[in-house]
T-cell receptor, first 114, second 112 residues
Framework: AQSVTQLGSHVSVSEGALVLLRCNYSSSVPPYLFWYVQYPNQGLQLLLK??????LVKGINGFEAEFKKSETSFHLTKPSAHMSDAAEYFCAVSDEDNNNDMRFGAGTRLTVKP | KAGVTQTPRYLIKTRGQQVTLSCSPISGHRSVSWYQQTPGQGLQFLFE???????NKGNFPGRFSGRQFSNSRSEMNVSTLELGDSALYLC???????????FGPGTRLTVT
């Protein structure tokens, strides 16, 4: 069964610094990978989705993620953190496109220091 | 388009009671999924409905059930509530060709 592991439950960066949130997947079939963000007291918002069309996926709010099959990774990055990026980020995987039985990672809470 | 809406947003129930939560998907979306989010277990998939039929089911006891109506609105029901059912219940909708699932704000259920 597919699964994802997020390395680091908490990440703290300074405003303007690089954001790197790590996600490794375990899937027996080519995966569909997602990053979602959750702000306090809100639902999840889709940041980006990997569907094998391109290994570098650009998302909203300046985020992007690179699919690396050799490393089974799908890390999320943003060149310059903003205070508004402070939230919880979830990596997720499904084994089919439009298969809504997604498996989520435990989440990484991002703190941005002024 | 209006987003996914969930009602109620907050709910307090007593152990042993039952509860029904409602989800209205984005217009045109026929798939509705439900997730449970807790600090200890994280986000866990409950079930998915598509065109009024349950298409996928997670690993939850039979006390958790759901249904979908012809207008794609969905309800989930939890019977004989336990303290451990306290959680944020999230609903998500999607359609073929959509970039992914779109989540509602959730219903926070507290069981006392």
């Amino acid at each position: 069964a597919q699964s994802v592991t997020q390395l680091g439950s908490h990440v703290s960066v300074s405003e303007g610094a690089l954001v790197l949130l790590r996600c490794n997947y375990s899937s027996s079939v080519p995966p569909y990978l997602f990053w979602y963000v959750q702000y306090p007291n809100q639902g999840l918002q889709l940041l980006l989705k990997y569907t094998s069309a391109a290994t570098l996926v650009k998302g909203i709010n300046g985020f992007e993620a690179e699919f690396k099959k050799s490393e089974t990774s799908f890390h999320l990055t943003k060149p310059s953190a903003h205070m508004s990026d402070a939230a919880e980020y979830f990596c997720a995987v499904s084994d089919e496109d439009n298969n809504n039985d997604m498996r989520f990672g435990a989440g990484t809470r991002l703190t941005v220091k002024p | 388009k209006a987003g996914v809406t969930q009602t109620p947003r907050y709910l307090i129930k007593t152990r042993g009671q039952q509860v029904t939560l409602s989800c209205s998907p984005i217009s045109g979306h026929r798939s509705v999924s439900w997730y449970q989010q807790t600090p200890g277990q994280g986000l866990q998939f409950l079930f998915e409905y598509f065109s009024e039929t349950q298409r996928n089911k997670g690993n939850f006891p039979g006390r958790f059930s759901g249904r979908q109506f012809s207008n794609s609105r969905s309800e989930m029901n939890v019977s004989t509530l336990e303290l451990g059912d306290s959680a944020l219940y999230l609903c998500a909708s999607s359609s073929p060709g959509a970039r992914g699932q779109y989540f509602g704000p959730g219903t926070r259920l507290t069981v006392t």
